[in-house]
């Protein structure tokens, strides 16, 4: 819908890999780029650098030769002062920005006298009004209520009608009867439509070229709480209206692919990261929904007989004492180190090349072995041949094997084994996680047991037992916390750890290897 964008960079920390990500985009789109560098203010402000910075990344990119003639201004936001010279931020306003747009990109160039073409390149949804289709129309004139055309990837034209036509007004979306070539409108009435579509007058359906959304990379279950506790938190409960919840996000947001999963109760949900995911559980969380979810799953792709996998760019700031553990723990999982860069100032910015399965559950360890003081961010680079297994754990799991109330003297004992995730008092069930094993073995303990009577014992001999405090686990970290044969429950009140199945006996069973005649 674009014809042109803002580069918008901080002059002092630079181009950052959602940066490189987004310019990516554009430039393969064609279209005009104008650089800002803001925040000139920041005492570490370093303009120069930061701009031949972004000349490198135009490079690596692939820019040609009229995309690298890009005009560049220097801004302070909160100010609300651009400027083509950088030593006059001293006052002004942003005219200087808006005339760099005005000269730069282009008007839209369709003709409104020309036969209806618009290219559907978003997606919304209404309660009332159901799926709305979002694009700017490329040529011709569209009338509420007027009969047209779909044409879908099938390349067959559907006939179809524009119930109602919204168009922006600023930040307002008001609706219109009519609209012209360079408009862009939210439409509804068209239930079956899809990102890339064409919408065409029937006299002359002629579908634009056609745009293709991202993959998912990422899989997760989601599935009913089937817990002892389920039920005592949260109102929504049911496998039907969980689905309806996906199904409606789905149709909401065009990077969520739900699909029905062959176990019972239970639903695939695809998206771009385990971040992506778990903010739609967060979601549904205050929506009162009670719900479990399954670890993040990488999606693998199969070409001529080879397992491809998504691979990721991954770019790393540190402190320099901190290089080397995170290099180790990279090139563990798989990591290939592309580019390293000191700035002899005690800062190192470091770049792999890593599967991403590598780094579901890494960000906490990396927050960790930096002491807090490390940037990450990194974005999907395409898919290689599959690099091999990776240790995603180095802990086991300790279980509670039956229900109950945690009890101080239970847990006391309990801590020399690992970390508590539970504190006293708290309702625990068979299968229940309550903390993380040092060993990599699964250690199935009662969590419950209380100290025998004796006739010379005092009735508050127990109440000074100390425990160490119990970190709360966030909904990010239990989700990549957990194993391929785990689960989190979520609650709108609470969030646990549980296996996927809760009876000890069953697991046990299932481990032992099979008999062979």
Known sequence: ???????????????????????????NAGLTVIVVLNKLDRHDARPDEVLNDIYDLFIDLGANDD???????????????????????????????????????????GKSSESLQLLVTDLGYSDYLGRLAIGRIHNGILKKNSPLVLIGEDGKPKPVKAVTIKTYEGPKLEDSEEVFAGDIVVISGLQDVTIGDTICAPESPVPLKRIKVDEPTVSMEFTINNSPLNGMEGSNVQSSKIGERLFKESMRNIAIIVEKSTQKDSFIVKGRGEFQMAILIEMMRREDFELCVGRPKVIFHYENGKKMEPIESL????????????????????????????DKKGRVWIEFSIPSRALIGYRDEFLTDTRG?????????????????IMSRYNGSIVSDRA??????????????????VRPGEPVYEGMIVGKNSKLQELNVN???????????????????LLKPVIPMPLEKAINYIGDDEMVEVTPKSIRLRKS?????????LKRPKKTD
């Open 1 to 27: 819908m674009a014809d042109g964008v803002i580069l918008l960079v901080d002059a002092a920390e630079g181009p950052l890999p959602q940066t490189r990500f987004v310019l990516n985009k554009a430039l």
């Open 67 to 109: 995309q690298l003639e890009f005009p560049i201004l220097y801004a302070i936001g909160k100010n609300g002062v651009a400027s083509v010279d950088p030593d006059k931020l001293s006052n002004g306003n942003l005219k200087p920005l808006f005339d760099c747009i005005l000269r730069q990109v282009a008007a839209p160039r």
């Open 315 to 342: 770019y790393i700031e540190c402190n320099e004492e901190y290089t080397g553990v995170v290099t180790e723990k990279l090139s563990l999982r798989k990591g290939i180190m592309t580019n390293m860069f000191n």
């Open 373 to 389: 003081t490390g940037i990450m961010g990194s974005f999907i680079s395409g898919y290689e041949e599959f690099r091999g297994e």
């Open 404 to 421: 109950g109330n945690a009890v101080p003297y239970a847990l006391k004992s309990l801590e020399a084994r690992g970390e508590l995730f």
């Open 447 to 465: 969590p419950t047991k209380t100290k025998k009577l004796s006739n010379v014992r005092s009735s508050g001999k127990d109440d000074s037992v």
């Open 501 to 509: 199945i809760l009876s000890r006996l069953t697991r046990q069973t």
